[in-house]
């Protein structure tokens, strides 16, 4: 249980272009989804929280019109990168919290980015 | 404001022999805790939990922690560690006011055999 789905998996665009990625939680209804931002050899930095219907909570200095997040359901959120450029380059993970604060976040694989 | 520290950030061992990955946490109110295991190129995959029920708690794949109150501790062991387990390990900590994870640096783990 708790599988979590993300795509795709990697993704090699042209700077200037948009990049969208979904993150869909397959046998449970998400209350909240999170995405991150991983560099190499260091650990996950939480890029925005969404709730279902609501507007993303982004972290202090994440870009909301470069990274826009939609949760239009219970059961996917999605990560658009906006006008992509080298340096938006990384590893993106999302996660889906079913239930409360103290409930576990599962995981999706990751989508490499590469924006060349 | 809570934090964890992961005190060792590479760990290596032999194939058979123990592990220990170490974790320390600061909180103001009762944490939750958790360990995560990331293979390259993977997403964060839950080992186990601890959420203020028993202070040893057994996860997958043989690993468990015990949560120390008075050491602010929660540690994570495997009796006898396979070459399957080397990966990169997260000691997270829930933010419950708020609503994200703290995580640590991480400790990668290399298994010689």
């Known amino acids: 249980g708790a599988v979590v789905s993300q795509h795709p998996s990697w993704v090699i665009c042209k700077s200037g272009t948009s990049v969208k990625i979904e993150c869909r939680s397959l046998d449970f209804q998400a209350t909240t989804m999170f995405w991150y931002r991983q560099f190499p050899k260091q650990s996950l930095m939480l890029m925005a929280t969404s709730n279902e219907g609501s507007k993303a909570t982004y972290e202090q200095g994440v870009e909301k019109d470069k990274f826009l997040i939609n949760h239009a359901s219970l059961t996917l959120s999605t990560l658009t990168v906006t006008s992509a450029h080298p340096e938006d380059s990384s590893f993106y993970i999302c996660?889906?919290?079913?239930?409360?604060?103290?409930?576990?976040?599962?995981f999706g694989d990751g989508t490499r980015l590469s924006i060349l | 404001a809570q934090s964890v520290t992961q005190l060792d950030s590479h760990v290596s061992v032999s194939e058979g022999t123990p592990v220990l990955l170490r974790c320390n946490y600061s909180s103001s109110y009762s944490p939750s805790l958790f360990w995560y295991v990331q293979h390259p190129n993977k997403g964060l995959q839950l080992l186990l939990k601890y959420t203020s029920a028993a202070t040893l708690v057994k996860g997958i794949n043989g690993f468990e922690a015990e949560f120390k109150k008075s050491e602010t501790s929660f540690h994570l062991t495997k009796p006898s560690a396979h070459m399957s387990d080397a990966a990169e390990y997260f000691c997270?900590?829930?933010?419950?006011?708020?609503?994200?994870?703290?995580f640590g640096a991480g400790t990668r783990l290399a298994v010689h055999p």
């Open positions: 997270v900590v829930s933010d419950l006011g708020y609503n994200k994870l703290i």
């Open positions: 996660s889906a919290r079913e239930g409360g604060l103290n409930q576990p976040q599962h």
